[in-house]
RNA sequence: GCCCCGGUAGCUCAGUCGGAUAGAGCAACGGCCUUCUAAGCCGUGGGUCGGGGGUUCGAAUCCCUCCCGGGGCGCCA
């Protein structure tokens, strides 16, 4: 509709420049959107205000000629001009009966599009690191990265879930240890647990898991493990210190084979719990990348070696240092400590390395917001590394702050003291969950008021969406009971028959849909679709409300059934999109 | 101090990369159920778009500056 308007514009400009009040040759843009107001019209164009320089006319003016010129079209029922020189579209009712039957044609692929031409496109969410559940944070993380993955898809990109596991480094060392104190507690050692440690009761079950399997065959005694290791922070020591003590001494005791069988435990336990945890999320992975396979497979030095030959690296204190200054980071970087050992940035570079070797044309992470300053010094690796820099997106997401009873709700993963994704999805809900989480834009600070998800009042949004659909499959089952059918076929015929204004509104709202998910998906930018579905839900109240659909005129009753029917697919459609579910019946 | 994000109705937020008289929901107030689910609908009130400059036909939107709130600035991950 939009393109057919489009074209009758550039037919008028065309006759205007070989009329000479346009200058010839230069082409010009075409501007048209959707009036916000509906007074308005249905399309508007700016063209006369924006041409008025180049013609040397008053924007009015070139406005007239250019309706003058414009060639008759059977979907637009008339033009105006308006304001300063808008060239405002009325469409006929005609131009929105179609859509109707495109929508009932196409169901649930109504929306999608070819538009990314199957290139192939990474999004990679969430990659907690697996030292405990996942928790509230995580979760809008989960549903806006499943989300916009969703929707590059459903725009015809080839997309790639991926999950980056932090599966090596000192936090996972800090949970091993933990996991072991408490296997030695329960093995009946009285260890005092570090203040630094993993606190959460998860950390219990996993030592428990851990005696279960062993016995006592892995136990040694207090005395033995906190040899020679500094005093914790309440004993007036430093808490790093202690911790690192604790890890060298869990490790010279049991010897390193013991000790990634209680570091692999932890891992795998959490891990597995993750994994659970997001599937019933309805989020799922087509990868869980390792960073401990980066360093296996020689990437890791890989990246170093490149980084080095090109003379992006030198050697200061000890330790090797990348030269990203040079690339617009406010500070050079560490890669290889003095100690030996690489940081977790140069793993950072080489997954990012190994990304782009894949192939991919876009890279999308999806970052909680406190890791901002890491974008320039990943993007100047890429630089460095002669890869382009511009195929990553860095998708950062805001805090979400949890609120009960109107009160902020503190966490902390090392405390133990968090809501678990897990926690908030059974408090409110699956579908709940994930619409509110997408509902604000990802770089909003979200209040999440639990209060209000879990609420089932017409307060929340998701309900009343959800309500609209089932709605429409109610009336579709008294149908039978009236003794009535639907013949979608005749209601096709009979669509000029909807001329009420709550018809006609509805048909524009459909009619957007795929602008809406093409938009949403681009910018990536979900929240489009929510507020687009609450608007349409609207729609459909109002006109449920106004208007009987189950009348005894077969053919009016036909139409407006095949348009409740589009309505409802639509609906489906875009809940799909954001992994809730449309219920047949509340 | 430097960097990122935010500041729009009492509250929570939209605002389609510069458009027309700035919009929703909730809350408040007033109406609508013998008719397809009232988890709904209709109506009313509510604004210095944080402040101040600038750019132009035109600014919530772009530029500069200041104020306020959140976050980040490790040889941690």
């Known amino acids: ?30 501007g048209l959107e959707r009036a916000r107001d509906h007074r308005h019209g249905d399309f508007a164009s700016n063209l006369a205000l924006t041409l008025s320089k180049v013609a040397r006319r008053k924007p009015r003016e070139l406005a007239e000629a250019l309706v003058a010129a414009l060639p008759e079209s059977d979907q637009v029922d008339r033009v105006e001009i308006a304001g300063p020189g808008f060239i405002n579209f009325h469409l006929s009712p005609a131009a929105w009966y179609a859509v109707v039957g495109t929508v009932l044609e196409a169901g ?105 399997r062993r016995g006592d065959a892995l136990r040694h005694t207090a005395a033995e493990l906190l040899e020679g290791v500094p005093p914790d922070e309440p004993a007036g020591g430093d808490k790093e210190a202690h911790v690192d003590g604790l890890i060298a001494r869990t490790r010279a005791l049991l010897g390193e084979a ?53 003379g992006h690296l030198y050697e200061k204190d000890g330790a090797w240092w990348f030269r990203s200054t040079g690339f617009g980071d406010e500070k050079d970087r560490v890669v290889v400590r003095e100690n030996g050992q690489t940081t977790y940035f140069a793993s950072d570079i080489a997954y990012h390395m190994n990304k782009l ?43 979400a702050i949890l609120y009960r009873g109107g009160q902020k709700v503190q966490m902390s993963t090392r405390s133990g003291e968090f809501v678990t994704l897990r926690e908030l999805r059974h408090e409110v809900g699956n579908d709940a969950a994930r619409f509110f989480y997408v509902m604000r834009k990802c770089e909003q600070h979200m209040d999440f008021d639990l209060d209000l998800a879990k609420s089932q009042s017409a307060d929340n949004p998701v309900y009343y969406i959800q309500y609209a659909h089932a709605r429409v499959m109610s009336v579709m089952r008294q149908l039978e009971e009236k003794g009535m059918t639907w013949d979608a076929a005749a209601g096709a015929a009979g669509l000029p028959r909807l001329t009420e204004k709550h018809e006609q509104s509805l048909m524009v709202r459909l009619s957007r849909y795929p602008e809406l998910v093409e938009a949403a998906a681009l910018n990536h930018e979900p929240h489009l679709i929510a507020h687009f579905l609450r608007e349409l839900a609207n729609d459909f109240h109002t006109y449920y409300n106004a208007h009987q659909f189950l009348v005894e005129d077969a053919e009016l009753r036909n139409a407006r059934l ?9 609906i489906a459609n875009g809940l799909g999109l954001l992994g809730v579910s449309a219920p047949e019946r509340m």
């Open 1 to 30: 509709m939009k393109q057919h308007l489009a074209e009758l514009l550039q037919q008028a400009v065309d006759r205007l420049k070989t009329d000479g009040v346009l200058p010839a040759g230069q082409p010009v843009e075409i």
């Open 108 to 212: 649930d692929a109504y929306g999608r599009s070819e538009l990314g031409g199957g290139r192939p496109v990474q999004v990679e969410f969430v990659s907690a690191n697996p030292t405990g559940p996942l928790h509230v944070g995580h979760g809008r993380g989960a549903a806006y990265g499943a989300t916009v993955a969703d929707l590059l898809e459903a725009v015809g990109y080839r997309v790639h879930r991926e999950y980056y596991v932090n599966d090596a480094g000192r936090q996972m060392d800090i949970l091993a240890v933990s996991v072991y104190l408490r296997y030695l507690d329960l093995c009946g050692e009285d260890v005092p647990f570090p203040s630094n440690g993993y606190q959460g009761d998860y950390v219990w079950d996993i030592g428990a898991s851990l005696h279960r």
């Open 258 to 310: 013991h000790y990634r069988e209680v570091f692999d435990l932890g891992l795998e336990s959490i891990l597995d719990n993750i994994r659970r945890d997001l599937e019933e999320f309805g989020v799922v992975y087509d990868e869980w990348f390792s960073e401990r396979s980066l360093t296996e497979s020689g990437a890791v030095d890989r990246a170093i070696e490149r980084l080095k030959a090109g």
């Open 357 to 399: 070797e894949r192939g991919y044309e876009r890279v999308i992470d999806v970052w909680g917001a406190d890791h901002h300053g890491y974008v320039p010094r990943v993007k100047a690796a890429l630089e460095a590394l002669g890869d382009d820099p511009s195929k990553l997106d860095v998708l950062l997401v805001q805090f």
């Open 562 to 570: 095949n348009l409740i029917q589009a309505t409802r697919q639509v």
